[in-house]
């Protein structure tokens, strides 16, 4: 080996490991200073596993904090995953050796992205996590590199391509949530527990980390609201779709004088928009500059070869000894990250309600909702009759989120409505 040769401890075997593995054997000369990646350490849960790559040659270690700490590597990637356990300790460890880290863990970094910057930043070496967000697109060098100098003002898109692929196939064929998603796991889309996708926290965590690269913040994963799909209603999917929409995971940040806004919600984007046109396991982003203006990226958010060249595009910032903070700033210079009250933000609606098919319905709904405050912006009455009622949806006007609260608990307290009202934001895109 020569000098210039760079050595690699990675720590998780799973697919982006293995797409790591896979890139490194095929171009193991793709470092932008020259020299050869060799792989000096491997790491995983379990040794024996048959996979479909060779690791005998590879140095095998049981514990990933000793992978972390070995002198034999110049490189640690993490790619186990989770905020806690074994990857925090190896990362932590590997840091504390003064070793420079590359990682795809988002939630590891949404949790304690902060201490780890510091951490980081006390040892002079980089932490980098390009693939943590939109996997191959490269939303994080966009974010703290090519945007720095401009100041951010929002930043808005789709960040979890299972929950996009199970909505899209969900239109697509008129199937329910469960079914696709059984579907889903069947094909290896979806994962056997489900939750961190379709409960909305892998986008919180992305969002989260975004948050921070935009507005120079601490990042703050208890902040933010999480709503998932794992309550989308095929009916609103094709309601929505009558009213002109398509129903999308959408995670936003936006920032304004009372702090910031982080949350994942199901939003209804308009049929002809670039979000909404995104399908499939799709990722796509929109970041607002207050010079630049609008950007929009799209592209493959998971995968194997995608999420692996973002693991290797950071392995090349470590071989240029490029030097940056973790996040848009020092992290001793990190904001602590303010949290505006959702319930005081201003947003459109989509509102369902299962009514009584009776005389004076429509009445009572639109009385309640002027009473209360929210114009409507548009109205459908559906002939869908089933055991629950016949469904009434609109969209109504920019409104304070907590006086269509209160609309929405009246509305659900009237002796024609049959069920909790379904409430769906319309995405500010
Ligand atoms: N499971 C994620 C997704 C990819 O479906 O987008 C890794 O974050």
Not at 23 to 43: A, E, I, K, M, W
Not at 187 to 193: I, R, S, V
Not at 217 to 231: H, K, L, V, Y
Request: net charge negative.
């Amino acid at each position: 080996m020569s000098k210039t040769d760079w050595r690699i401890g990675i720590a998780g075997l799973g697919t982006v490991g293995a797409g790591l593995l896979n890139f490194l054997s095929d171009r193991p000369g793709f470092s932008p200073t020259g020299g050869q990646t060799v792989v000096t350490g491997v790491s995983a849960r379990s040794r024996a596993r048959t996979r479909p790559f060779d690791i005998s040659n590879m140095p095998w270690f049981d514990d990933p904090v000793e992978l972390a700490r070995s002198p034999g590597n110049d490189i640690f990637v993490e790619l186990i995953g989770g905020a806690e356990g074994p990857a925090k300790a190896a990362v932590e460890a590997a840091l504390n050796a003064g070793k420079p880290v590359v990682t795809a863990n988002k939630a590891l970094l949404a949790v304690h992205g902060a201490e780890l910057a510091r951490l980081a930043e006390s040892k002079g070496v980089p932490l980098l996590f390009e693939a943590a967000v939109m996997g191959g697109v490269p939303a994080v060098k966009i974010m703290r590199e090519a945007m720095v100098g401009d100041d951010i003002l929002s930043v808005a898109g789709i960040l979890n391509g299972t929950c996009n692929y199970i909505l899209t196939e969900m239109e697509a064929t008129g199937r329910a949530f469960a079914d696709v998603l059984a579907d889903a796991q069947r094909l290896g889309y979806a994962e056997a527990d489900p939750t961190t996708d379709v409960g909305g926290f892998d986008a919180a965590h992305k969002i989260t980390l975004l948050a921070a690269l935009a507005f120079g913040c601490a990042p703050n994963f208890a902040a933010a609201e999480i709503e998932g799909i794992d309550q989308i209603d095929l009916l609103d999917i094709r309601l929505a779709k009558d009213l002109g929409y398509r129903v999308k995971l959408v995670a936003s940040a936006e920032k304004s004088d009372a702090g910031i806004l982080v949350r994942v919600h199901p939003s209804l984007a308009p049929i002809a928009h670039p979000l909404a046109q995104a399908g499939g396991a799709l990722n796509a982003l929109f970041i607002e500059g207050q010079r630049i203006g609008r950007i929009y990226v799209q592209g493959p958010g998971a995968g194997a070869g995608a999420t692996a060249a973002a693991v290797a595009a950071d392995i090349a910032d470590v071989m240029t000894r490029a030097v940056r903070p973790v996040f848009q700033k020092p992290a001793s210079d990190l904001k602590p990250f303010t949290p505006i009250d959702p319930s005081k933000s201003m947003g459109r609606a989509y509102l369902r309600f299962m009514v009584k098919d009776e005389p004076g319905v429509i009445a009572a709904v639109s009385e309640t909702l002027a009473e209360a405050g929210v114009s409507i912006e548009s109205f459908l009455q559906k002939p869908i009759e089933n055991t629950h009622g016949v469904p009434i949806v609109l969209t109504t006007h920019a409104v304070a989120e907590s006086v269509l609260m209160a609309a929405i608990e009246r509305i659900a307290n009237l002796s024609s409505v049959l069920a909790r009202p379904r409430l769906l934001r319309v995405a500010r895109i």
